[in-house]
């Protein structure tokens, strides 16, 4: 017997389930709405964890999605530090950490993603050590690299580039020490890749490639990290990005399909009927590149969380939104990017790196894959529909290549 139903029940306080609460009140939806969430606060925004917040710059009542009052305003029960602890999905019941047993008509699964802890390696356990994920982490980040001096950063994606660029806008010294060569090649390649890379080295970052992390060195606090090659970084802090993990746990055990991430539909609707998943733990059919794909993406959140609300009132049309990322050095360099590419075999640069405004177009088999921006959003919505098309553009390359063609001609024969 459960402790007592609602209409929706909601799970994990981020961006995803946030949305999808708003878009049911807007949509009409006027039935109960239980949003449950691990954290103490009410949903917020990621990315100026990275950012503004972590310089100090905002206060951290603007990375709220919505201001706590709208919550009572709209009749959204947000129920903050308390864990969805099992799920049922033929019951449609929810144990909560408060040990009540909610009865649901649809639910979300907004459970987000984990960072990849490496605590396989020596010393990984030392003070000094910090990942980056929630508010709390940014404000410890902050708050000790002020007095450390040298910071180490390992990785070299968005997370380790944003993190190096905002503490070093604070005066801290930061050495970045990855696996590949150049910073952001993992996705953009190593060619744009490079670009980035040199910004970040122009205002004093050292960045150490090719290196593989070992251990960290110390005895109550980390004082180096040392590389499989045997170098040694000194510092008094380590910032380590090394990745996420869907956070799938619930949905295992309540049964639902799980493949690196919740398997669903198009529709973002899992493998129990009425139960969506959205955000970066949704692995989703994408009707647009005809693959499976799962996105760790603010905008994918907020778009996945709208998405599964018209889909919990009865909506039946496939997710179709071209996958959009953006990401800051500071105020030194900002990107765009449409994709994801898969693959590519060709990059065509319309605008060259030295001006500092330039699109890359990723192309595969003579198709728009992804298109990455720096200072040209307003090349972005063209990208979006040549990706979304899949026309062959070929015999078009002058055209992309051209800063002053009409990118409103390509692709349309
Ligand atoms: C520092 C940082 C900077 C970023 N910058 C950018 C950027 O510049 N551009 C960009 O596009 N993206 C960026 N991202 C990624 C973006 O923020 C994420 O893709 C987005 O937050 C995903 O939202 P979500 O709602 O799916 O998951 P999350 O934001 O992870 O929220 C999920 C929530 O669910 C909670 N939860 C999990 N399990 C349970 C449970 N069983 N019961 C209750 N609650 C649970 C979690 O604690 C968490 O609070 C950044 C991410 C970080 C960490």
């Not at 005895?219 to 799938?248: F, L, N, Q």
């Not at 909506?315 to 030194?332: A, G, I, Q």
């Amino acid at each position: 017997m459960a402790d007592r139903e609602v209409d929706y029940l909601l799970i994990g306080g981020g961006m995803a389930a946030a949305h999808c609460a708003s878009t049911l009140r807007r949509r009409g939806a006027d039935g109960s709405i239980l949003l449950v969430g691990r954290e103490p606060h009410v949903p917020y925004e990621r990315p100026p964890l990275s950012k503004e917040y972590l310089r100090g710059e905002i206060a951290e009542q603007e990375t709220y999605v919505n201001g706590g009052e709208w919550y009572d305003e709209n009749r959204v029960e947000l129920l903050t530090e308390t864990s969805v602890m099992s799920l049922d999905a033929g019951e449609r019941t929810a144990k909560l950490q408060t040990r009540e047993q909610v009865r649901f008509g649809k639910a979300l699964l907004g459970t987000g993603a984990r960072v990849n802890i490496l605590h396989h390696l020596e010393g990984a356990r030392l003070d000094g050590i910090h990942y980056l994920r929630t508010l709390g982490n940014s404000d410890a980040i902050r708050e000790e690299a002020k007095v450390a001096g040298h910071v180490a950063i390992v990785g070299g994606s968005y997370i380790g580039s944003e993190v190096a660029a905002s503490l070093t806008r604070l005066g801290v010294e930061c050495t970045m020490v990855m696996l590949e060569e150049i910073v952001l090649s993992r996705t953009f390649g190593a060619e744009p890749g490079r670009y980035f890379h040199e910004v970040l080295e122009s205002h004093g970052i050292e960045i150490v490639g090719g290196e593989e992390l070992d251990s960290f060195v110390g005895d109550e606090r980390v004082r180096a990290i040392r590389t499989k090659s045997g170098r040694e970084i000194e510092c008094a802090m380590v910032v380590i990005g090394a990745g996420v993990h869907p956070e799938t746990m619930l949905a295992e055990r309540g049964g639902l399909a799980v493949d690196n991430g919740v398997t669903c539909d198009a529709k973002l609707e899992s493998s129990a009927e009425g139960i969506f998943a959205a955000g970066d733990v949704c692995s989703y059919e994408s009707v647009i590149h005809g693959r499976r794909l799962r996105i760790e993406h603010w905008d994918v959140a907020l778009q996945q969380g709208q998405h599964a609300a018209k889909g919990m009132l009865g909506e039946t049309k496939p997710y179709r939104v071209v996958p959009y990322f953006f990401s800051d050095l500071s105020d030194w360099a900002s990107l765009e990017y449409v994709g994801p590419a898969e693959k590519w075999d060709e990059l065509v640069w319309r605008g060259t790196p030295d001006s500092g405004k330039f699109l890359v177009w990723y192309l595969d088999g003579g198709r728009v894959a992804a298109a990455l921006s720096v200072g040209r959003s307003e090349d972005l919505e063209q990208a979006r529909r040549l990706l979304e098309s899949g026309a062959d553009v070929m015999t078009q390359k002058d055209a992309l290549r051209d800063v002053d063609s009409d990118l409103e001609a390509v692709g349309s024969s």
